[in-house]
């Protein structure tokens, strides 16, 4: 991972049917990637990041996330989402290092 943290938009959903507390879920992230990531509301002003989080109260995930179809996106419908989540953030790799791999994989498929 480079230096520069993952910025991680999250969105939750409208929160009709919770079974866990959603915010103290987004907060138990922010403290866990703390250094690794920054966390931004989808409704502020800075919408742009690198994933978007959708934090759901139930597994009927409505949340919609068309306004954000260019990122790649992480569903958590459960407190037991977290620790999958952690490791997929740590094992994402810096732009240099997706680079380089697109270049390698262009050359064995020969594209350049």
Do not use: Q
């Given at each position: ?99 380089e791999l697109s ?10």
């Open positions: 991972m480079s230096d520069e943290p993952v910025t991680i938009v999250v969105k939750y959903c409208g929160g009709c049917n919770p079974l866990y507390d959603r915010v103290a879920l987004v907060r138990r992230l922010e403290e866990r990637l703390f250094g690794t990531a920054r966390f931004v509301p989808a409704g502020g002003r800075e919408c742009k990041g690198d994933l978007l989080l959708v934090v759901c109260g139930c597994h009927v995930r409505c949340a919609g996330t068309h306004e954000f179809s260019d990122l790649p996106t992480v569903f958590i419908d459960r407190p037991e989402g977290v620790t999958d989540l952690v490791k997929r953030i740590r094992a994402m790799p810096d732009d240099a290092e997706s680079k270049e390698e994989r262009g050359k064995i498929y020969g594209r350049h």
